[in-house]
């Protein structure tokens, strides 16, 4: 019998249908355009030339078939520079918005080059669109396939993990950047980057001129199939293509999976008073939500909505997705206000929308990750309902209520313990596991996590909005002061919290996602909408590695224990019930007196025992027993330990109260629970015990 030799060098590709396809003899250009009465190409020489080489009129009678425009152009090679450009009406009341003299970005384009260029004659000149050819040595890499629970998510942006002067790399701020970076990622010992869009945004305005408040966090889309050229260290068109698969192998070979935060819910064109780039000039009224034919519905809050219902504008994304998995080898998604694409054609948000069960069902993006943001900026507000169980969710209860519990708020008792245990009120009655939950108590979106302990007000005030922007409902406290202070009792409560948080996000059921920079205190100076500074505000400021390393050590340790440790990473819901035949509940709450605890009490304070899984879910037998015991009080408590774990020997493993290197011990070698099993627990603080083995 022959046996089927594996091809190492044999990898997926994905040639999506629209757009600039090279061949051996020329290259294919095809687009989509219902109501255009002509089309032309336009061929660029320089990315910085004003005017096209050469203009080529697609042929109505021998160039189209139903809606699409298709024109194979001899000798055209990759790296060639083009637009396109649309005749039609202009006829706004019925959402027709052609102009014969717009220079029309590529819906499809796989790069841009140069960017907005001035004119005297009025004419928006967009980045020119260029013909890629995919090949690369991808030298064997395939994608991680890591289960998601199994993930520990670290969200970063690349230009600002690597900008500033203290990151000391040769490529700042740039794709090659982050691959200078990755031995720092692998000590933090994350398994995936989220990074922020790395997908074409604008950089300077329409007329050429440099932005005052540059979209710095990039949700202001251009051209979905593209890399960002604005983070490629070499400035050659098409160089970020490159680049930015070096970056994702370099990633992959370290074992770490990358995720891109997708924008499919508005682009840079805005509202009816915005500019002609692309999707406007081509079929309006299909690719945007419009009311009474010509009005924008802005149910992104940023001017436009993509009318992502649309069978069209799915086909675009459905595409654009095995674009980005295939070609980038991409391992999953979150999608900005994810609930948009539960909008269908007029507004309305309905059940089972197609562009969210086409995602979920795909067989192609069957190894991907797909996580939604919940929410719209029109008050949808869909966590614990959105899609089927392929789909996880950012999970911002447990934000709010992590945050609720250690600012010390009444009435946060139990939705903490909801929140550690899983969210199974949000999940379970849909079929959907504890990783479906998404776990953040801070986001690019809001406060650092120094700035949630050292400010009770946001201050904004760089942004030119007169403070006026950003979130009011932060759930933060400065503890006296507001901002930095040297006083010994507010920056030491200050430390505490910041590890209860993190402790507490990283021992929870769910995945765990991390804000780059909160692992050393990084600050953007009570600043909660930074998506404008791109400046020392946002950027990671590599002196903290050093000046905070006890922090860092502490949170790379909590992250190698939750990957040791299955106690913490359940596929399946707690029960309150014994498994494998142990007398031990699987989980159970206690008061700090050791009792069964009362829900309804006042006091912040409780204990938590989480017993290890069964051996079908471990059967290696790696859990152990836990013991976690909070006090969100301002008073000293004494905690005993429930009798429920009377007899077995309980190492200390964290105490967010003690000192470095005292607050964790990696090892899990702790000092050993007192014999009277009476547990000083100082204010505002947390422990962890880990028992030896598993009791019956």
């Avoid at 520990?152 to 691959?179: C, D, N, P, Q």
């Avoid at 010390?408 to 596991?433: F, I, K, M």
């Amino acid at each position: 019998m022959l046996m089927r030799q594996p091809c190492p060098d044999l990898q997926f590709a994905y040639a999506p249908p629209f757009g600039a396809t090279p061949s051996a003899t020329g290259t294919q250009f095809s687009v989509f355009s219902r109501s255009a009465t002509e089309m032309r190409l336009l061929l660029y020489n320089k990315a910085n030339d004003r005017e096209p080489a050469q203009v080529i009129d697609f042929d109505r009678g021998t160039d189209r078939r139903g809606d699409v425009w298709s024109l194979n152009v001899p000798g055209v090679e990759a790296g060639q520079l083009y637009h396109f450009q649309a005749s039609g009406p202009w006829e706004p009341e019925n959402g027709h918005r052609f102009d014969a003299s717009a220079r029309l970005i590529d819906p499809y384009a796989q790069a841009l080059a140069g960017t907005y260029q001035r004119g005297k004659d009025g004419l928006v000149r967009p980045p020119k669109c260029v013909v890629v050819d995919h090949s690369f040595d991808w030298e064997g890499d395939r994608h991680l396939k890591r289960d998601m629970s199994e993930t520990v998510i670290y969200e970063m942006h690349v230009r600002g993990f690597t900008k500033s002067r203290t990151a000391k790399v040769k490529a700042s701020g740039s794709y090659l950047g982050v691959i200078e970076k990755i031995p720092y990622l692998k000590s933090l010992g994350i398994t995936a980057v989220e990074l922020m869009p790395v997908h074409e945004f604008p950089i300077r305005d329409p007329h050429g001129k440099k932005l005052s408040r540059p979209n710095y966090w990039g949700y202001d889309p251009m051209a979905f199939f593209a890399p960002h050229r604005g983070y490629a260290h070499n400035s050659a068109p098409g160089a970020q293509v490159v680049e930015f698969k070096q970056m994702v192998k370099a990633l992959h070979a370290a074992g770490i999976e990358v995720i891109l935060d997708v924008v499919f819910n508005h682009t840079c064109e805005g509202n009816e008073h915005g500019p002609t780039l692309s999707f406007k000039g081509l079929e309006n009224q299909v690719y945007y939500i419009l009311s009474e034919g010509q009005h924008y519905c802005n149910y992104s809050g940023c001017g436009n909505t993509i009318n992502s219902n649309h069978p069209v504008v799915r086909e675009m994304i459905f595409h654009c997705l095995r674009h980005w998995v295939h070609n980038y080898h991409i391992d999953g998604f979150r999608f900005d206000l994810a609930s948009i694409l539960s909008r269908d054609r007029s507004g309305n948000l309905v059940p089972n929308a197609p562009m969210v069960e086409l995602i979920a069902e795909d067989p192609l993006l069957a190894d991907t990750k797909i996580i939604a943001e919940a929410w719209d900026a029109a008050g949808a507000y869909q966590v614990g309902s959105f899609g089927n169980q392929r789909w996880a969710e950012w999970n911002g209860r447990y934000r709010d209520d992590a945050r609720g519990f250690w600012r010390g708020d009444g009435g946060a008792l139990g939705p903490l313990a909801t929140r550690l245990a899983g969210s199974s009120d949000l999940y379970e009655h849909a079929g959907r596991p504890p990783f479906c939950s998404v776990n953040f108590i801070t986001s690019h979106d809001g406060f650092t996590m120094n700035d949630l302990v050292s400010y009770k007000d946001k201050h904004n005030e760089a942004n030119g909005e007169d403070n006026n922007d950003g979130d009011n409902h932060n759930i933060s406290d400065n503890y006296g002061v507001e901002g930095p202070t040297r006083k010994k009792a507010i920056t030491t409560i200050r430390s505490q919290q910041v590890r209860n948080m993190l402790a507490t996000l990283l021992v929870s059921q769910g995945v765990p996602m991390i804000v780059s920079g909160d692992e050393i205190r990084r600050t953007q100076k009570g600043n909660n909408n930074a998506y404008c500074q791109d400046n020392d505000i946002s950027w990671f400021d590599w002196r903290l590695v050093e000046k905070n390393a006890d922090l860092m050590r502490f949170v790379s340790a909590m992250i190698e224990f939750r990957k040791n440790q299955p106690t913490i990473r359940r596929k399946e819901y707690l029960t309150g019930r014994p498994v494998d035949g142990r007398k031990v509940p699987d989980v159970s709450w206690y008061g700090a007196d050791g009792n069964p605890l009362h829900w309804d009490q006042g006091a912040l304070a409780m204990t938590a025992y989480i017993a290890a899984p069964s051996r079908l879910d471990d059967p290696e037998g790696l859990g152990r027993d836990l013991v976690m015991m909070f006090n969100s009080t301002g008073d000293n408590l004494e905690f005993e330990l429930p009798s429920i774990g009377r007899g077995a020997i309980w190492n200390l493993f964290v105490d967010t109260a003690a000192p470095s290197p005292n607050d964790i011990y990696p090892d899990v070698d702790g000092p050993v629970a007192p014999s009277n099993r009476i547990i000083e627990m100082g204010r505002h603080s947390m422990k962890i015990f880990v028992c030896n083995a598993p009791l019956t």
